[in-house]
Structure formats: structure tokens, C-alpha cells
């Protein structure tokens, strides 16, 4: 038997959600996509793959995955390579595996990498196959056609976003909810760590409880965690969009950081991601073995909500509309927002599941002190 939930999860994959903005695809992405399906050999309407692993037992697993052909996507059929079938210049507009692999230096995470021009859902890749894939997997694409958010939001994710997707076990699930906020924070410690070691100016992106990423008020990504349960064990995926090089719909973290330099440097793909996946192991390992409490100081030193006050509008005893304001503390430890009001008294704050923003619809629920 297998039980499947998600967790507390706000929009993912970066972030369109009309068909207009469709218009903003890179049309030189499409023609190398189908210039590289005819060089092998494939149908427009299958999903190209490409992987690729750090060490060689890494690439002897990405070689049995290719010869097994096991792998597949609800809506697709994919076509599987491993990167040393592809000819040299097939990929060089795109992501650059060999120098996101240079630079990594982690010892699970994101070391087998799949890698496509144009899937339907990373999330959909590693989920539906998270059996066959080694802990840690990571599945990135340039162009993302059925990206996956809350309640089902479809979104449609363009050129220039960092779009990923890995895998990670859990045994408690008490502490499952928790692990979105590690992925949101390793996603700005990520960019911090990028930006120093550049002498770049820095990028305060911040988390917008539960998984957004806001910079200088605008979003510019979001995070999507899955799990299942299974053997008694919680196979978690974990999902993140990132506006790194594409303008609209909101704004990037390129076009900040040119505004604030000379332009003359930027912020690669290839070099955020290795970067994530190193804080998110060491964060990851804390979280694991001392629990959230560890990480709370940096969290909401990173966080929006510190003393935020929320309005709350409930029926009183006579079921009329009741307002009232209370001040957004923390999170509590299932992992929900932490608030007080004017008689410190004590809330827990849960989405009522008709917003599309969390704020808005908010309902409480008193805490015994």
C-alpha cells in the first residue's frame, strides 16, 4: 500500500499562468531542441533526457538506467541519452553540464543529473520514477510545459528559470512538512554564497511562508514538496523554479543584479545549482539530526514575517463577520505560522485552501501555552 499527500505548498515552477506569456519562449531554444531530437534520431513529440553522473559508478548507473529503460513520464514518451552520446556543440546554448559538474562537491546530492532541453514536469520525472533513481537525483530542464503548483495550478515555466527537481528520504513525518523551508532556505544561502564568492553585490532574496521567493517585493520562485509513503519511509520530491535570467513575468535575479553592476557579470544556472545543492546537504544534515529549531535564527533572519500583523476574519457566537489583527511570531512545531494577539494569547495560523495568496483566508486555532 502506498499513501501519497503534499505538503504545504504554494506555487512552484516559475510562474505563468496565461497562455500569452507562452509568446516569451526563446524560439532559438525550440529550433536547437529540434535540430538535437533529428541528430539522434528522435520524434518531436517525445521528452529527450540526458544523463549524466559525477563518479563513475554514477555514470555505470546512469548507463543502466538508459539500457533498462524503465524511466517514464505520465504524459510523454521519453527518448534517453547518456551525455557522451550527445555531439559537442548539441547543447552548448543550454545548460552546461560539465561545468555544473566541475564544480560540484557534494557526497549525495545532485550527482546524477538528468538533464532535458523540454519536459513536461521535473517534479512528474523524479516522483513517478523515484524508485529507480538514486537519492539525491536531480532532474533539471531548460523549458517546463506542465510544471506543477498548488491545488493542481498548471504553470508554465520559460527560458532563463532554474527549473529542478531531486529526491530525498525522511523517516519522521512528523518533521516532513518542515523540509520545504530547508529547500527555500538553501535557495537564498545559495545565491548569498555565489555573490560573495564573485565580489558581487548581494541579492537579498527572501521566503514568503510557506515556499515563496520574493526579491525587492516581486516573486522570482517557489518551491513544491511531495511525498509519499512507503516502506516505512517518506520519499520526498522536491521541486524549484527560479527566475535567473528571464525578464517577465515579474522580474529576475539578473536584471536586479544589472541594475546594481555594470552588467558585465551575471548569475549562471549551472553554478546556482551546485551552489544549492551543497548548502542544502550541510542544512539538510542539521535539520535531520538536531531538528528545525537549529536553523530557525537564519530562517527568520530570512523570512518576511517577523512581527507581521495578519487580519483574521471569523463569524462571532451570533455568526456575523468578525475582524481581528494578531502578530505573526514564528512557526509552530508542525510547521504552521506562530501568532499572538493584543491579550497574548496564543495561534496557529492555517491557509483555509481557497486563497491563492496564504494571507489572505487565514484561520486560526488557539495554542495551550
Not at 341 to 355: A, C, F, M, T
Request: glycine fraction near 6%.
Amino acid at each position: 500500500m502506498q499513501l501519497r499527500h503534499s505538503l504545504i505548498a504554494n506555487s512552484s515552477h516559475c510562474f505563468l499562468r496565461h497562455p500569452y506569456f507562452k509568446t516569451l519562449f526563446d524560439s532559438s531554444l525550440s529550433l536547437s531542441t529540434r535540430k538535437l531530437n533529428s541528430s539522434v534520431g528522435m520524434e518531436d513529440s517525445a521528452f529527450l533526457i540526458v544523463l549524466r553522473g559525477k563518479s563513475r559508478s554514477e555514470e555505470e548507473y546512469a548507463s543502466s538506467l538508459k539500457h533498462k529503460k524503465s524511466l517514464r513520464l505520465p504524459d510523454g514518451e521519453l527518448q534517453i541519452l547518456l551525455q557522451s552520446e550527445l555531439q559537442q556543440n548539441d547543447a552548448t546554448k543550454t545548460f552546461q553540464i560539465d561545468s555544473y559538474m566541475d564544480i560540484l562537491s557534494t557526497h549525495q546530492f545532485g550527482r546524477l543529473l538528468i538533464w532535458s532541453p523540454r519536459i513536461s514536469s521535473t517534479h512528474d520525472l523524479v516522483s513517478l520514477n523515484f524508485c529507480e533513481l538514486p537519492l539525491g537525483t536531480a532532474c533539471i530542464a531548460d523549458v517546463q510545459v506542465k510544471g506543477r503548483g498548488r491545488a493542481k495550478n498548471v504553470w508554465q515555466s520559460p527560458v532563463g528559470c532554474l527549473l529542478f527537481s531531486f529526491t530525498l528520504q525522511m523517516d519522521n513525518g512528523r518533521i516532513v512538512p518542515h523540509v520545504q523551508y530547508v529547500v527555500s532556505l538553501a535557495v537564498t544561502e545559495a545565491i548569498k554564497v555565489i555573490c560573495k564568492e564573485k565580489g558581487l553585490p548581494d541579492l537579498d532574496v527572501k521566503i514568503k511562508w510557506p515556499n515563496d521567493l520574493y526579491l525587492n517585493g516581486l516573486k522570482v520562485g517557489g518551491i513544491l514538496c511531495t511525498s509519499t509513503y512507503r516502506s516505512k519511509k517518506f520519499n520526498v520530491s522536491a521541486g524549484i523554479g527560479l527566475n535567473v535570467d528571464n525578464h517577465e513575468p515579474t522580474t529576475c535575479l539578473n536584471a536586479v543584479l544589472q541594475k546594481l553592476t555594470s552588467g558585465a557579470q551575471c548569475l549562471r544556472r549551472e553554478h546556482i545549482l551546485a551552489a544549492f545543492f551543497e548548502r542544502f546537504e550541510v542544512l539538510f544534515d542539521v535539520f535531520i539530526n538536531q531538528g528545525f529549531q537549529a536553523l530557525e535564527e537564519v530562517y527568520y533572519a530570512t523570512w518576511l514575517h517577523s512581527g507581521q500583523k495578519v487580519v483574521i476574519e471569523e463569524k462571532n457566537e451570533c455568526g456575523l463577520p468578525q475582524k481581528s489583527v494578531v502578530t505573526v511570531q514564528g512557526l509552530t512545531p508542525s510547521g504552521y505560522l506562530l501568532a499572538v494577539d493584543d491579550e497574548d494569547k496564543r495561534y496557529e495560523l492555517h491557509p483555509d485552501g481557497n486563497s491563492f495568496d496564504f494571507f489572505q483566508g487565514l484561520i486560526r486555532r488557539k495554542v495551550e501555552a
